[in-house]
């Protein structure tokens, strides 16, 4: 890797790096293998042989948000652009804690970090969007203005660069952080501050270059042009996604390009419909988790074609501070102690383990929270003290299956607390926009988090940092916003690395969101992973530490 960084700055970022060896997963190694039967092979961008076939077709879920980088914030989202929109850098698409590795994706080769962190300089490839129109260091600077004129959830990311804020407040004029020159394709972001994961903020969908005069609104159904090896052909929401391989690609060191020539995402509302499907073959690969009352017949009847994985996960239930009830200490502490967690991983059949944490236990800055044992008599004298028993308390969840049975039991452990809670069960397609409204008012429901990168901040800033919430496209539902954490975050932001002292200072935070019962948290979740025994999960399955199941890893055995 070329890295052209000071010594003393790899340092700072190999902190960050090193942070994945604690997130190992049983996966399947991915090699090469065999290609006899498995169709023509083509020299990936990274220089490995890899088996194409025809078309992979996928057993969707409704979830997709946006199919706009910069709009996109769900897993169902960001993995179908995963092959289609990268960044100045991206990550290197392998099994293991190797996938956290940053590398190189529009820009030649990682950053020249100056010595205080400030600024970070980049070379941009010359690479065409699958339009056929060329790549210009432009188009990133109006990336990032583009977000904010969309307000996209992910302008919060980006703040730290000089003039982004002032920006923000008119939504016109220039980020003169930002300092581009076409000719020279290079590309110079200046932070007011250092931000210790702002390589990983790059990297994240938000930071995926699109064309300037890309209108500022969302494109989903207008398919964006790519930058990566495959470009989206068609979205017919709640329907069909498909994506194709990109004319204009010309490979990427450490970049596959693929093995279907063809994706097609065929959105199924039902997780036992879309079981079927594969089981079927209908489709050849099943993205709902398998029904719980369905589980024991497929490890049973198709083990063969079953992979089990955890990701790093936080299933919880939020609580909106600046409305009543939860607008008090103790009716949030009720909460917490009225959850019996262990039924919650009953819910989920079992693939899940009780949490009281934000981090998930593979965090090195994981210390482990035992702050409200079960006791529901304690959470109704609490609800009693606060003086809103009786309160009227609506609970959001989505249709899919697993979050309405948490919801209506979130639901159900209200009213035996002494509220008089009602379930509101919204499509998965709009839940997260809808929760995350300001004028919504959401006062209490299911939410979950899987990483965007590894790192600390983005939990705790993401989620619970006060000062990055917003009217729309929030990410921190509760509205926490306690001074002593939104401070403590702050700080810690500016820290390069991630040693000894900063993660027990991270795990402290996890500490104080608990004492204050900003969340509920309740399980970390396993999931699975089905497959047609057509499908070779012996050389093509990549699960990735961020993106889960890589689609694009995917072949056939004959």
């Not at 019962?517 to 497959?531: E, I, M, S």
């Given at each position: 890797m070329g890295v052209r960084m000071t010594l003393s700055k790899w340092r700072r970022f190999a902190g960050l790096f090193a942070l994945m060896a604690a997130l190992t997963f049983a996966l399947a190694a991915c090699g090469g293998g065999d290609d006899e039967g498995a169709g023509a092979t083509t020299e990936a961008g990274g220089g490995t042989t890899e088996k194409t076939y025809p078309e992979f077709k996928i057993a969707f879920d409704n979830g997709i948000d946006y199919l706009d980088p910069g709009l996109a914030y769900t897993v169902q989202g960001w993995s179908i652009m995963l092959p289609a929109h990268l960044g100045l850098v991206t990550y290197k698409l392998v099994n293991g804690p190797e996938g956290a590795t940053i590398i190189p994706g529009l820009a030649e080769d990682l950053p020249e970090i100056?010595?205080?962190?400030?600024?970070?300089?980049?070379?941009?490839?010359?690479?065409?969007?699958?339009?056929?129109?060329?790549?210009?260091?432009?188009?990133?600077?109006?990336?990032?203005?583009?977000?904010?004129?969309?307000?996209?959830?992910?302008?919060?990311?980006?703040?730290?660069?000089?003039?982004?804020d002032k920006f923000a407040e008119t939504k016109k004029g220039d980020i003169p952080g930002i300092v581009v020159d076409d000719d020279a394709k290079t590309i110079e972001i200046k932070l007011s501050k250092p931000q210790g994961d702002f390589l990983y903020v790059l990297a994240t969908m938000f930071g995926s270059i699109v064309p300037t005069g890309t209108p500022a609104k969302d494109q989903s159904t207008a398919t964006i042009p790519a930058t990566g090896p495959y470009m989206i052909e068609k979205y017919t929401p709640n329907r069909l996604v498909t994506l194709v391989r990109n004319p204009e690609w010309k490979g990427i060191p450490d970049v596959p390009d693929g093995n279907p020539d063809k994706m097609t995402f065929n959105v199924l509302e039902e997780d036992s419909a879309a079981l079927q499907s594969v089981i079927d073959g209908q489709n050849d690969y099943n993205f709902h988790t398998i029904p719980v009352d369905r589980l024991g017949e497929v490890q049973d009847q198709y083990a063969a074609q079953l992979k089990l994985y955890t990701p790093a996960n936080t299933y919880y239930f939020f609580m909106n501070t600046r409305v009543k009830p939860f607008d008090k200490l103790e009716v949030r502490q009720a909460v917490n102690y009225a959850v019996n967690r262990d039924a919650v991983v009953r819910l989920y059949g079992g693939l899940a383990a009780e949490t009281e944490n934000v981090l998930p236990p593979t965090y090195p800055q994981y210390e482990k929270i035992s702050m409200y044992p079960n006791d529901l008599a304690k959470a109704k004298q609490l609800v009693q003290q606060s003086g809103y028993a009786g309160m009227s308390v609506t609970v959001y969840a989505n249709s899919r299956e697993t979050s309405q049975k948490q919801g209506e039991y979130g639901a159900d452990v209200l009213n035996q607390m002494g509220f008089k809670a009602k379930l509101k069960v919204l499509d998965p397609s709009v839940y997260f926009t809808t929760i995350g409204n300001q004028r919504t008012k959401a006062q209490f429901g299911v939410a979950n988090w899987f990483q965007d990168y590894p790192h600390p901040l983005n939990w705790?800033?993401?989620?619970?940092?006060?000062?990055?919430?917003?009217?729309?496209?929030?990410?921190?539902?509760?509205?926490?916003?306690?001074?002593?954490?939104?401070?403590?975050?702050?700080?810690?932001?500016?820290?390069?690395?991630?040693?000894?002292?900063?993660?027990?200072?991270?795990?402290?935070?996890?500490?104080?969101?608990?004492?204050?019962?900003?969340?509920?948290?309740?399980?970390?979740?396993?999931?699975?992973?089905?497959?047609?025994?057509?499908?070779?999960?012996?050389?093509?399955?990549?699960?990735?530490?961020?993106?889960?199941?890589i689609y694009t890893s995917s072949c056939k055995t004959g």
């Amino acid at each position: 890797m070329g890295v052209r960084m000071t010594l003393s700055k790899w340092r700072r970022f190999a902190g960050l790096f090193a942070l994945m060896a604690a997130l190992t997963f049983a996966l399947a190694a991915c090699g090469g293998g065999d290609d006899e039967g498995a169709g023509a092979t083509t020299e990936a961008g990274g220089g490995t042989t890899e088996k194409t076939y025809p078309e992979f077709k996928i057993a969707f879920d409704n979830g997709i948000d946006y199919l706009d980088p910069g709009l996109a914030y769900t897993v169902q989202g960001w993995s179908i652009m995963l092959p289609a929109h990268l960044g100045l850098v991206t990550y290197k698409l392998v099994n293991g804690p190797e996938g956290a590795t940053i590398i190189p994706g529009l820009a030649e080769d990682l950053p020249e970090i100056s010595e205080d962190g400030l600024s970070y300089k980049f070379t941009l490839r010359d690479i065409n969007y699958s339009n056929g129109q060329p790549v210009k260091a432009s188009d990133f600077k109006n990336t990032i203005k583009r977000l904010y004129q969309i307000d996209s959830p992910g302008v919060g990311f980006f703040t730290g660069i000089v003039g982004a804020d002032k920006f923000a407040e008119t939504k016109k004029g220039d980020i003169p952080g930002i300092v581009v020159d076409d000719d020279a394709k290079t590309i110079e972001i200046k932070l007011s501050k250092p931000q210790g994961d702002f390589l990983y903020v790059l990297a994240t969908m938000f930071g995926s270059i699109v064309p300037t005069g890309t209108p500022a609104k969302d494109q989903s159904t207008a398919t964006i042009p790519a930058t990566g090896p495959y470009m989206i052909e068609k979205y017919t929401p709640n329907r069909l996604v498909t994506l194709v391989r990109n004319p204009e690609w010309k490979g990427i060191p450490d970049v596959p390009d693929g093995n279907p020539d063809k994706m097609t995402f065929n959105v199924l509302e039902e997780d036992s419909a879309a079981l079927q499907s594969v089981i079927d073959g209908q489709n050849d690969y099943n993205f709902h988790t398998i029904p719980v009352d369905r589980l024991g017949e497929v490890q049973d009847q198709y083990a063969a074609q079953l992979k089990l994985y955890t990701p790093a996960n936080t299933y919880y239930f939020f609580m909106n501070t600046r409305v009543k009830p939860f607008d008090k200490l103790e009716v949030r502490q009720a909460v917490n102690y009225a959850v019996n967690r262990d039924a919650v991983v009953r819910l989920y059949g079992g693939l899940a383990a009780e949490t009281e944490n934000v981090l998930p236990p593979t965090y090195p800055q994981y210390e482990k929270i035992s702050m409200y044992p079960n006791d529901l008599a304690k959470a109704k004298q609490l609800v009693q003290q606060s003086g809103y028993a009786g309160m009227s308390v609506t609970v959001y969840a989505n249709s899919r299956e697993t979050s309405q049975k948490q919801g209506e039991y979130g639901a159900d452990v209200l009213n035996q607390m002494g509220f008089k809670a009602k379930l509101k069960v919204l499509d998965p397609s709009v839940y997260f926009t809808t929760i995350g409204n300001q004028r919504t008012k959401a006062q209490f429901g299911v939410a979950n988090w899987f990483q965007d990168y590894p790192h600390p901040l983005n939990w705790f800033d993401v989620l619970l940092n006060g000062n990055r919430i917003t009217e729309e496209h929030n990410n921190n539902y509760s509205n926490a916003n306690v001074k002593a954490i939104n401070a403590k975050i702050e700080e810690l932001k500016k820290q390069p690395e991630l040693n000894d002292d900063v993660n027990a200072q991270w795990a402290e935070v996890d500490k104080m969101v608990a004492e204050n019962a900003l969340w509920a948290p309740v399980v970390n979740r396993q999931f699975t992973d089905f497959f047609t025994p057509e499908m070779d999960l012996d050389n093509c399955y990549v699960n990735h530490v961020l993106y889960q199941f890589i689609y694009t890893s995917s072949c056939k055995t004959g």
